[in-house]
C-alpha cells in the first residue's frame, strides 16, 4: 500500500451528500494520494468510513475557527488542500482554510452566500452597476414581530415572501399573498426568529434557472418549482431550454452574484428569475456549494464532466479549461411526493415493487418512447422512517423520494416528461402500496425495494395528458 502525502481537508456536509463526500475522498486519495480529514459537528459512523479522521466541530459554533486552529494549527503542514461543502460552514470555514495557508475563494464576502439578508445589503449597495446589468434589486426588510410583517405587507399589498435569513431547502419559506392571513405566516417563521427573518418583495418573473459549476466552467439548470404558498423547487432539468437571448441573460446575472460574493474557482450555484422578453434577471438566492438535487450528477451524464473530481483538483491548484463540451442528452432531477396528505414510510410499498421503474415505463409509453430513450439513473427514498407527508410539499424534505432520468430521444420534451412522470408517480406509488386502483398484492419477495427492469412490464400505461405549461401547474400531485 502506498503512503500518504498529506491530507485533504473537508470543512463539514449536508448528511444527504455523504455519496459526493465518499466519491470526493475517494478521489483524493487516489489522485492526489492524501489521506481524508473531515469536520462536522455529531459525526457518524458513516463518517468515520468514508474519511481517515473526523473531527467533532461545530462550524456555527462562535469559536469555531479559534478551536479548529488549536487543534490543526500544530499540523498545518500536514494540509495540502481543503473545500468548504456546507452553507454552515461557508464563511468560518473559509476563515479556518485561509488561516492554514490553504487555497479559497474569499472568506470576507463569503457570508453573502449564507446569509440572505447580507447578501440583499451588497446587491442594495451595489444597486446601479447591477441596475445596468438589468438586475432588479428588490425591496427588503428583517423582521422579528408580527407588526413588522404587518408594516411591510401594507408598502407590498401585491404580497411579498417571508423567510429565514440562514436556512436552506426552501425550509420556512411562505409567500404572502392578498387575503392571506398575517397571523398564520408569521406563525410559521416563528421557529427561525432567533436566526433572523427577512422579508422581500415578490420578483416579478415567472421562469427560474441556476447558474452552476465550478470556477470559470459554467451552465445554466432549468427549475420546476411549485405554484401557490409553498415555492418549493419539484425538479431540475439539464440543459435548460433556453435560447441564445434568455442564456446570457442568466450568465450574466449569475456572473455578477459570484463577484458579489467572492466566487473564484471554487463551486457557485446561484437561483435566478428571468423575465418573459429576457429583458431583466433577479436573484432568488447564492450558494457557494455545489447545487443539491443531484445537478452536478445532470452535468456528469449530459456534459461528462464529474465535477466533484474537478472540484478536489481545484483544491490543489489544478484547473481545467472553461469551455462546456456539447450534451450528450438531457436529463433530470424529480422530486416525487404523495397524492393526498398521509403518513408514509418506504416500508408501506409492496415488497417487490419498484414504483419509480414502474412511473418511468408509463411515461415513456405515453410519450411513444422506446424503453431506451427515457433511462433511470438514479432513484432514493429520501428517508426510510415513517413522516407525515403533504400533498402540496411544503420544503424539499416534504416528499417521499426523488429520481433521476436521462432522456436520448431527440425532439423530446424534458419538460413535459417530468410533468407526465410526476403524475404517473402518484398512480405507481398508490397501487405498489395498497391504495387506489390497480393495488399491487405482497409477491413475498423480501423487505427492500429494489429497482427492476422487470417492473416495466407492471407499469400502468395512462393515455398521453394534454400539454400543460410546467411552470403554472407544477405543484405537487395532488
Known amino acids: 500500500m502506498s503512503r500518504s502525502t498529506g491530507r485533504f481537508l473537508i470543512i463539514d456536509y449536508n448528511l444527504s451528500r455523504v455519496d459526493d463526500v465518499r466519491h470526493m475522498s475517494a478521489y483524493a486519495r487516489e489522485r492526489h494520494g492524501t489521506d481524508v480529514t473531515l469536520i462536522r459537528a455529531d459525526p457518524g459512523a458513516v463518517d468515520a468510513e468514508i474519511c481517515d479522521e473526523v473531527i467533532d466541530l461545530d462550524p456555527l459554533?462562535?469559536?469555531f475557527v479559534e478551536t479548529a486552529l488549536r487543534l490543526l494549527g500544530p499540523r498545518r503542514a500536514e494540509f495540502r488542500a481543503g473545500v468548504v461543502f456546507s452553507d454552515n460552514a461557508v464563511q468560518s470555514g473559509a476563515v479556518l482554510l485561509e488561516r492554514l495557508g490553504l487555497r479559497i475563494d474569499s472568506a470576507e464576502l463569503a457570508g453573502g452566500a449564507f446569509c440572505k439578508h447580507e447578501y440583499r445589503l451588497s446587491e442594495a449597495a451595489h444597486r446601479k452597476l447591477l441596475a445596468a446589468q438589468r438586475l432588479l434589486v428588490p425591496d427588503f426588510v428583517t423582521v422579528d414581530s408580527r407588526d413588522g410583517l404587518a408594516a411591510f405587507a401594507r408598502s407590498h399589498p401585491e404580497g411579498f415572501v417571508v423567510k429565514p435569513t440562514k436556512e436552506g431547502n426552501n425550509r420556512g419559506v411562505v409567500v404572502v399573498r392578498p387575503g392571506d392571513s398575517l397571523d398564520a405566516a408569521f406563525a410559521e417563521v416563528g421557529p427561525y426568529?432567533?436566526?433572523g427573518v427577512i422579508c422581500e418583495e415578490l420578483l416579478p418573473y415567472?421562469?427560474?434557472y441556476s447558474f452552476d459549476g465550478l470556477g470559470q466552467v459554467s451552465f445554466v439548470t432549468e427549475k420546476v418549482s411549485a405554484t401557490g404558498r409553498y415555492p418549493v423547487e419539484v425538479a431540475q432539468i439539464l440543459p435548460a431550454r433556453l435560447n441564445h437571448a434568455e442564456r446570457s441573460a442568466v450568465e450574466r446575472a449569475g456572473r455578477q452574484v459570484n463577484w458579489l460574493v467572492g466566487q473564484v474557482d471554487g463551486p457557485f450555484h446561484n437561483e435566478i428569475r428571468l423575465s418573459d422578453?429576457?429583458?431583466g434577471t433577479a436573484v432568488v438566492e447564492p450558494n457557494r456549494r455545489p447545487a443539491?438535487?443531484?445537478i452536478w450528477s445532470l452535468a456528469r451524464w449530459v456534459y461528462g464532466i464529474d465535477f466533484y473530481h474537478r472540484w478536489v483538483d481545484a483544491a490543489f491548484g489544478l484547473t481545467a479549461g472553461s469551455a462546456l463540451p456539447e450534451p450528450l442528452c438531457s436529463a433530470a432531477t424529480v422530486m416525487l411526493?404523495?397524492?393526498t396528505d398521509r403518513s408514509f414510510a418506504p416500508?408501506?410499498?409492496?415488497p417487490g415493487a419498484a414504483p419509480f421503474e414502474a412511473a418511468v415505463a408509463a411515461t415513456a409509453a405515453a410519450h411513444g418512447l422506446l424503453p431506451h430513450e427515457l433511462a433511470v439513473k438514479e432513484f432514493g427514498w429520501l428517508s426510510q422512517d415513517r413522516r407525515e407527508l403533504h400533498a402540496v410539499a411544503r420544503d424539499n424534505a416534504d416528499f417521499a423520494a426523488q429520481g433521476c432520468v436521462v432522456l436520448t430521444a431527440a425532439g423530446a420534451d424534458m419538460g413535459e416528461i417530468v410533468r407526465t412522470l410526476r403524475e404517473a408517480w402518484s398512480d405507481a406509488l398508490d397501487a405498489?402500496?395498497?391504495r387506489g386502483p390497480g393495488a399491487l398484492e405482497p409477491s413475498g419477495a423480501g423487505s427492500r425495494v429494489q429497482e427492476s427492469p422487470s417492473a416495466a412490464s407492471r407499469a400502468p400505461e395512462p393515455p398521453a395528458p394534454a400539454p400543460l405549461d410546467p411552470f403554472t401547474m407544477m405543484e405537487a400531485a395532488r
Do not use: C, I, T
Request: proline share 4%; aromatic share 0%; hydrophobic share 30%.
Open 277 to 279: 422578453d429576457a429583458g
Open 432 to 434: 405498489s402500496s395498497g
Open 206 to 208: 415567472r421562469r427560474e
Open 347 to 350: 416500508a408501506d410499498v409492496v
Open 337 to 339: 411526493g404523495v397524492r
Open 292 to 294: 443539491g438535487m443531484k
Open 193 to 195: 426568529l432567533e436566526g
Open 61 to 63: 459554533s462562535p469559536d
